[in-house]
């Protein structure tokens, strides 16, 4: 079956570095996204990764290992706006979205 | 650019009555355009998939005579909740794609509460 796991909640320090972990089973696979998704919104596009290794947007990256079927997303410098749900989705040989479950990032002054 | 819109962002109507959504790309042509419904504290859960011009493909337990999806052109798919009930409410929200699946832009979704 397809599947795909990230933590539930995760907790983070403002200015502070968090990684929130991505695995996932797909049939066929043509990338790996990451979205953000604050309280009431609907989810806006931060990363996609096709290939293996690491890319970078600013103070957010995302890295793909395609052989471990793995993915993170690395928000650096955190800020208070940063708090809000981040969903994983890996796209199947159907070019179907996937989706995690979300992980809750609460930030902390 | 790549902007979806939808309407109405929130709505609220009577157990029995039907309800429409619409979906626009307003600066793109959407070869594809998805209908996702989410529940408090879930996950997006895909309801159907339409090209346009063409029938909706429904995912299994999505009933398609309650909801009626018609992509009519490029830029408009719409989402009717037909006789709606109190289990109905939740956060609709469309997406749209091109060709090359890179990406689905999301519209900013719609509230739907059924007294």
């Known amino acids: 079956g397809q599947n795909i796991d990230q933590p539930t909640e995760m907790t983070a320090t403002e200015g502070a570095i968090v990684q929130i972990n991505c695995t996932y089973q797909t049939s066929g696979f043509n990338g790996l996204f990451w979205y953000q998704q604050h309280a009431g919104e609907a989810p806006t596009f931060l990363s996609y990764?096709?290939l293996d290794g690491l890319e970078e947007k600013g103070r957010f990256s995302s890295f793909l290992s395609r052989s471990k079927g793995y993915s993170y997303l690395l928000l650096k410098e955190l800020q208070m706006k940063d708090s809000a749900s981040y969903l994983c989705?890996?796209?199947?040989?159907?070019?179907?979205?996937?989706w995690g479950a979300g992980t809750k990032l609460i930030i902390k002054p | 650019g790549a902007v979806v819109s939808q309407h109405p962002s929130r709505v609220i109507c009577k157990s029995g009555t039907s309800v429409k959504i619409e979906c626009r790309s307003l600066?793109?042509?959407?070869?594809?355009m998805f209908w996702y419904r989410q529940f408090p504290k879930q996950s997006l859960m895909l309801m159907a998939t339409?090209?346009?011009?063409?029938?909706?493909?429904?995912e299994q337990g999505v009933e398609k005579d309650k909801f009626l999806i018609n992509h009519a052109s490029l830029t408009l798919s719409t989402l009717t909740v037909t006789s709606a009930h109190p289990e109905d409410s939740s956060f609709y929200i469309c997406?749209?794609?091109?060709?090359?699946?890179?990406?689905?832009?999301f519209g900013p979704g719609t509230r739907l509460t059924v007294l």
């Open positions: 339409s090209n346009e011009g063409s029938k909706a493909t429904y």
């Open positions: 989705a890996g796209m199947d040989s159907n070019y179907q979205l996937i």
């Open positions: 990764n096709v």
């Open positions: 997406s749209a794609s091109t060709s090359d699946y890179n990406e689905q832009f």
């Open positions: 600066d793109f042509q959407a070869t594809t």
